[in-house]
């Protein structure tokens, strides 16, 4: 797209990264929606701001669930979880994975003579990309960056809590695999599942997408929390060039995308409405829950809690957040599979990104300063 932009043939519309469209925005390739009626009802988290006047879109929502293989929680004896709730405590979701972690000769990592190195199934995946880690940080008060986009709050007390109990999992309770051994388990949620090796892991609705082409029996549960029930949304942005000869039809494909009744990529599982009437109004919602795709457990764990309890990810926030979210997420192969404190690797990563960051866009609710934890 950046050589289709320099070289002055850029499409009509594009769907791009939430980084790359506010540096189009800002300068001033892009269509502005701001003041656009047919946005109007787009939720406020869904819209991002790259100077005061001017904005983009989600291409959707997406936000986060723990998903699981059913066969596996009822042979396990477990009542999961079903909503925001009624949702585990950190300790409570590691004694979850660790009854669900068995080795050749059914011991549980809790049990004496369980044996590491023979494991038939582990309880849960750990996650391996920020975006997934971020509701976690927010569930324990932390906001990973300052609201002027200057510093990152990777290596305070909340967020090396955070850190240290993902690490745990791994080396402490014996409940997930490192993440190398789980890349070759499957390279996704229903591939994980679908191997029987992982019994949880926790992902963006689009898993729904293959999860529900699968031949797993799945569900879905609300993420653990540390202190108080959180989750995110992210997303892509789809724009409209400025300079293009169809920027009216293209601004209008912008909202017919959007459009539950238009699209069936959201009865599929892919994406996830940006209307908040379609998280409150039951007929809407039911023209998007495909009880088929949407088992009933997503329903209560991530949709009747999102209005509520879903922050912005701060890939629009930050400038130069490309580098930031690549630099912090690289850590975590290597951190979550070494015993040991976590703190020193944060620290250093902490340095890196403050080297690397750029400020903030004004985005209006790209998130919000809490201080440090």
Known sequence: MNTLVAAGTAPDAGYLTGPMSMRFGEDGLLVNIAGNEKFADFMPQTIHWYSDKGCVSNTAV???GLYYDKDATTKAGLTMPTSAGNTWTWDEFVEAADRLTVDANGKHPSESGYDAGDVVRYGVAVPTALQQV???LLSN?????????????????GSIKVFQAITDLVTKHRVAPTPAQASNFGASVSLLL???RVAMAMDGAWALLDLSQSSVNYETAPLPKFQEFKNSIVGGATIAFAKG????FATKMLTDLADPRQSDLYTKGLWMPMQSSYYTDEDKISAWIDPKVHKKGFRTAVVDSLLKSAETYPIYRLRNFAQIESTIQGTFSTMFATPGPVRPQMRRTADAVNGLMEGAYPDQLGGVDRGAK
């Open 141 to 157: 008060d932390v906001h990973l960056f300052d609201d002027k986009g200057t510093t990152t709050r990777a290596a305070t007390a």
């Open 134 to 136: 971020y509701p976690l």
């Open 245 to 248: 000869p169809h920027t009216t």
């Open 62 to 64: 997406e936000s986060f």
């Open 194 to 196: 679908a191997s029987k």
